[in-house]
């Protein structure tokens, strides 16, 4: 069997992005409605994220109620939602249209990834995985941070990928692929914990005579610190404090109190403030105050409760990789689940003919999986976090699917279609 040619693999990633987006704009149709606005049931998230965007179209600035301005939400939802706002107004049913396209768009990426690191079949594969896999589509019908999130990184996996084929002028390569980690890290700050990540790795390559590495992440990182910095910068003059995010402190102290320390139903997952707050935990002030009061409590508890700490870290991990997510709805649970129980084998399969093949462009494509697993170990675990990295471990899983049709191809003696091997990325990236 002869590899995917020219016009196969084009017919391929067209039918990848019409099933994808059939299938987000059918469930948004059936299950939402283009016109309805936000729903707090679902997820009360994107009422801020789309209030926000709405008040910067309007001129009233980043700010859920007008005149004053917050932090609490990072701008990249809302700021990939404002354009539509800009050019549509306020109509609910353009923006769901444009997430439906974001989410399809980013199954057309993980093709791009796979076919360049891998082979087209490893890519197109992973780009259907992607295109019926639940977790990720779900996501398109509402107004949460996955959707953008996936589609900038991703984007940035394969601006990484494409200055890793370049031997010269790569500097420009990675500087859109910074470009867009940042823009990843606007709408979900917790992928920040790739850049220390990649940074040990790029270390290690260092002394392992391979300086192209560490180049790349300093200049990639260089570029994020550039484009963080005017919003750290603006929340230091109108909030006072230069931070990220006012609702860190909410998180860690949501994920270690008393109730998750004790209540095995409650270990591992996340509490609301409102409940916490008691009169030894008042939260006064401002919101960057009340974010530092939330933080402090939350490591007294841990400080507290030191002793149960493993077991609270057992807990938050398998709350990441259950397959069984917390929803009323049976369908979308069972959905979930079936989906879950048959990409996560795969994954693994998949994990380990990267490595074999190609060990930075695996490394590369497991960062934003490493940096959920950190940030899940330091505030809590949902299956919400591992499904915003779904496309990742779709790729994966594409590999795996790749390498046992090539094994088939084998054993009918025939030329292998999809047999993994190293592309110029791959070859070079050794």
């Not at 976090?385 to 046992?404: H, K, N, T």
Request: hydrophobic share 50%; with cysteine.
């Amino acid at each position: 069997m002869k590899n995917l040619s020219t016009r196969q693999f084009i017919i391929g990633l067209v039918l990848v992005f019409v099933v994808a987006l059939t299938a987000r704009l059918a469930m948004t149709y059936q299950f939402v409605g283009f016109r309805a606005p936000p729903d707090a049931n679902a997820n009360s998230d994107q009422l801020d994220y789309e209030v926000l965007a709405f008040h910067l179209v309007t001129g009233q600035g980043y700010a859920i109620t007008p005149g004053k301005p917050t932090a609490s939400r990072t701008p990249g939802t809302s700021m990939t939602l404002a354009p539509v706002y800009a050019v549509f107004g306020r109509s609910f049913a353009m923006g769901r249209i444009w997430f439906c396209l974001l989410s399809a768009g980013t199954c057309l990426l993980a093709v791009c990834f796979g076919s360049l690191c891998f082979n087209r079949l490893a890519g197109l594969m992973a780009g259907f995985g992607l295109a019926i896999y639940p977790g990720h589509a779900y996501n398109a019908m509402h107004f949460l941070s996955e959707t953008p999130f996936g589609f900038w990184m991703l984007l940035a996996l394969v601006l990484t990928a494409c200055a890793i084929r370049k031997q010269r002028g790569g500097w420009w390569m990675n500087s859109l692929a910074g470009l867009c980690w940042a823009l990843a890290i606007y709408t979900r700050p917790q992928l920040l914990l790739a850049v220390p990540i990649a940074g040990g790795l790029a270390v290690i390559a260092l002394l392992f005579k391979h300086p192209i590495h560490f180049k790349r992440w300093a200049i990639q990182t260089a570029v994020i610190v550039l484009t963080l910095s005017p919003w750290i910068v603006r929340n230091d003059v109108v909030l006072g404090k230069p931070t990220l995010s006012t609702i860190t402190g909410y998180g860690l102290w949501g994920s270690h109190n008393e109730l998750t320390f004790n209540d095995p139903a409650c270990r591992g997952d996340w509490i609301r403030a409102s409940i916490l707050e008691d009169a030894d935990h008042p939260l006064t002030g401002n919101e960057v105050q009340r974010n530092d009061q939330a933080t402090q409590y939350g490591i007294d508890a841990i400080k507290a409760n030191a002793d149960k700490m493993p077991a609270l870290l057992a807990a938050k991990l398998w709350r990441l990789a259950t397959p069984f997510t917390q929803t009323d709805n049976q369908i979308a649970r069972l959905a979930f689940a079936v989906s879950w129980i048959v990409v996560a084998p795969m994954f693994l399969v998949g994990l380990i003919v990267a490595f074999k093949r190609a060990q930075t462009t695996a490394w590369m494509l497991l960062l934003p999986i490493l940096a959920t697993i950190a940030s899940t170990l330091i505030y809590y675990g949902s299956v919400r976090f591992r499904d915003s990295v779904s496309p990742v471990f779709v790729i994966f899983a594409g590999v795996c699917v790749a390498q046992f049709i090539s094994l088939l191809a084998t054993q009918r003696k025939s030329k292998p279609l999809g047999k993994i091997e190293p592309t110029q990325t791959a070859a070079r990236a050794a």
